[in-house]
């Protein structure tokens, strides 16, 4: 298994604060994502990025954004925290352009917004 | 953006039966297709991939799924199931528009009765 790391593995916030969640990989992978897991929806992209300080935004980045300024981190904060984005919230890595290569997956945070 | 369709989300099944889970995409350009699958309370781990070649891809449990570009399928298919298949199997697709970008199905949460 690849090593990643997600940090916290269940926070419990209140409406309107900010959070950061964060994703640590020691492969030195170039490609890591940020997806949301909800009932019915499976797995949504947020965010992903393709290297140092290069970042794009998924199907469902409202309300989130990334930065990564080193390649093993990838960071995630919700900037003003909703009920909606109360989740599971998965890191995934991809060592290899052209996306051939096998999606790597963290443990998952577990957020949930009162 | 693409579109991943898994028509069943849940599929019981007896142990020792025959199982298939049905993945339908949307994209008309090439495409990766891959299966992965999550037991309680982990992330998600590849369970096999379709890149290129033969369009029978295999798993080393026993699975195995089918490209079939004209029908836009990739199924997957278990000719005897276990209790330890117990758990729940996504699809995803990755296209030629931007093959680091990766789409998942709802997901199918297969159920193996004793």
């Known amino acids: 298994d690849a090593g990643i790391t997600q940090s916290p593995r269940h926070k419990v916030t209140e409406t309107g604060t900010p959070v950061t969640l964060r994703c640590h990989q020691t492969?030195?992978?170039?490609?890591m994502y940020w997806y949301r897991q909800d009932p019915g929806h499976g797995l949504r992209l947020i965010h992903y990025?393709?290297?140092?300080?290069?970042?794009d935004k998924g199907e469902v980045s409202d309300g989130y954004s990334v930065s990564r300024s080193k390649t093993e981190d990838f960071l995630l904060t919700l900037e003003s925290a909703t009920s909606s984005q109360t989740s599971v919230y998965f890191c995934?890595?991809?060592?290899?352009?052209?996306?051939?290569?096998?999606?790597?997956f963290g443990p998952g945070t577990r957020l949930t917004v009162l | 953006a693409q579109s991943v369709t898994q028509l069943d989300s849940q599929v019981p099944v007896f142990e020792e039966a025959p199982v298939e889970l049905r993945c339908n995409y949307s994209s008309s350009v090439s495409v990766y297709l891959f299966w992965y699958v999550q037991y309680p309370n982990q992330g998600l781990q590849l369970l096999l991939k379709?890149?290129?070649?033969?369009?029978l891809v295999k798993s080393i449990n026993g699975f195995e799924a089918e490209f079939n570009k004209s029908q836009t399928s990739f199924h997957l298919r278990k000719p005897s199931v276990h209790i330890s298949d117990t758990a729940e199997y996504f699809c995803a697709v990755s296209t030629g528009y931007n093959f680091n970008k990766f789409y998942f199905g709802s997901g199918t949460k297969l159920n193996v009765k004793p």
């Open positions: 990025s393709y290297g140092v300080k290069d970042t």
């Open positions: 492969e030195n992978h170039r490609y």
């Open positions: 995934a890595t991809n060592g290899l352009a052209g996306g051939t290569d096998t999606q790597y």
């Open positions: 379709y890149l290129s070649g033969s369009t």
